[in-house]
């Protein structure tokens, strides 16, 4: 018994070298100038134990990004729990997800390298998963305590999803950062207030 607790974690913990390893060099090279040999070599793993692990590069690289898409939802949780009013806690959990785009990390690999690597309808998948259910459940509660005019959710979920993606997309892509965060911040702001009940 204790032989197989020790082998399990021994496997656990190998796989969690392999994600953090991987998740560094997809951050600063992207996925397409990263080897897998350098991976299991900074890991100090064998090739055999990221093939135990992972079918192959592009496996991990998902396993690295539902990761990563689980880190920012903690966060964007974290950040909205003082939040008491529903409408306040949507607003602080939306510029809490503009404020991750802001990091390198999140950029290349979530937003630059995620749906070309994975295919658009995984990437959207594993957002749906993160993202789309807590927006939704987000503005279902500001719906359900009179914030937000009352109306089907699901169209507007995926209406604002992709207008906080592109907002995502605008502040990776920018070359002074914050400028842009601050600019899309706003706008989204803006947008938002059409949202309110009067």
């Known amino acids: 018994m204790e032989t197989k607790s020790r082998k399990a974690e021994h496997a656990e913990s190998t796989r969690a070298a392999l994600l953090a390893v ?3 060099l997809f951050a600063e ?3 397409a100038e990263t ?5 299991v070599q900074r890991a100090r793993v064998t090739r055999g134990a990221l093939y135990h692990h992972f079918r192959d590069k592009r496996d991990l690289f998902e396993a690295v990004v539902e990761e990563m898409e689980a880190g920012i939802a903690t966060r964007l949780v974290a950040a909205a729990a003082g939040e008491t009013d529903p ?7 939306l510029g809490a997800f503009l404020d991750a785009c802001e990091e390198p990390a999140i950029q290349r690999v979530l937003l630059m390298d995620a749906p070309s690597v994975l295919g658009w309808e995984k990437w959207r998948e594993i957002d749906a998963k993160y993202g789309f259910g807590m927006l939704k459940g987000g503005l279902q509660a500001a719906m ?3 914030a937000i005019k009352p109306q089907p959710v699901d169209p507007l979920a995926h209406l604002l999803t992709g207008a906080v993606m592109e907002a995502a997309m605008v502040i990776a892509t920018a070359k ?3 400028s842009a965060r ?3 911040g706003a706008t989204l702001e803006r947008l938002m207030e059409g949202l309110r009940a009067s």
């Open 22 to 24: 991987a998740q560094q």
């Open 29 to 31: 090279r992207g996925y």
């Open 35 to 39: 080897s897998t040999e350098e991976i």
């Open 87 to 93: 409408w306040r806690r949507l607003h602080t959990g």
């Open 144 to 146: 359900d305590s009179g």
């Open 176 to 178: 002074d950062v914050r």
């Open 182 to 184: 601050a600019e899309v």
